[in-house]
């Protein structure tokens, strides 16, 4: 008996951290809203990504989603509208087919060459046929394990290997082909080119430095990746404020900078036996630096406005011209909470005279907090 195979559905497949689907879903309506409709969350429980039905054709919509992807979000689009900065809670965007695999089914693979093809298509789809022949990666994933569908993860190992098989990659390949199975019954197939996917692999886990005083120091290392800070070029000072124990005062150590850590609580004295970190015992929103420093990064544990309106004060006063501090998410409406925290820093550099890239994503050794990175560039004229 054949089972007959439903033609696969154009589908746009957001992700983000399980759990902040409706900060990402807030955030796609602002940054691709009039090209999206019905984005709604994938599954009922926490699963890290959302659905949504393309309101214009793959082609229109690709050029929109490359530009959100590679965080190219300065200036206002053409209905005047400018975002504070690339995406916070978006992950990743993805432009794909959906396929249902009939029940009771052990074919997987044929539905999903069809959508593969489906893809490729002539007239139709963003891609030329070629691509095919020209594949660099394939990638297979599950749904968050938060949404818990047990064995997701074992099966999607075991079916990179088919897929691998079936099509093969090439070293200098330009395409990815990506399968993100969202159950068993269930998979979006996308085929996109692998600059974007180069931009996506910036944020990720990050080996914890040998002896570090606390994990959290994984989240600045990541930081410094995602938003390409360079490592200083002989001597620079940093500012560490809401140190204690020490995570982000090591890695700042270890990037080659002297270190003023502020905090009432101890350091690590591995950490301070480096001879590059000063230990200040003040309150972080009073400490002024005797002279500007290269680098400020806070992560103090406060509102976020509060955090914002110091490191405006930190402009203003002239202590640094470049920051990387945490945004303590609340408990609700994070997007619009975030995003206004955005503005309200843009706003008091522009109205201090400065111009400045600003910059901010949810990256994957956050939990309750983005990460947000600022640089001035030079004064408005
Ligand atoms: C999340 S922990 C910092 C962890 C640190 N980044 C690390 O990697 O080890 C927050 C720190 O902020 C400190 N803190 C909170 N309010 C502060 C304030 N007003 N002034 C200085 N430190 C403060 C707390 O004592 C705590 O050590």
Redesign the pocket.
Known sequence: MTISQPSPKATVLLTCRAGFESAARDEAHVLLGSFLSRVKPGLDSACGFLTAEPAVSQEELAPHVSRVLRRQMKGADESGFSPACGPVFLHDVILGYEVDFPKGTHDRLGPLKLAVQECVSEGEGPLPSQVLSELGQIHVRGADPAAGVPGLDRFVKKFQTVLLQHFGTKDQGNYELIVIFLNYERAVVALRERVDAEVLQLRGRVPRLQNA??R??SKLTEALRFFQVEAPQGSAWAV?????????SAVLVEAGYQVMA????ALSLELLETGRVRHFT????RFQPQRPVDLMVC????KPQKTINLVSKWVEKGYAKHFVFNLKLPMKKHYSEVSQCLTALRTAIESLGWSAEIDAHHLYHDRQEVTVWVKLRGRIS
């Open positions: 005083p606390s959290s120091g560490d404020l809401g140190a204690a124990p020490g995570g982000w502020v905090d009432n609580g003040e309150d972080a929103f992560d103090v544990v406060d």
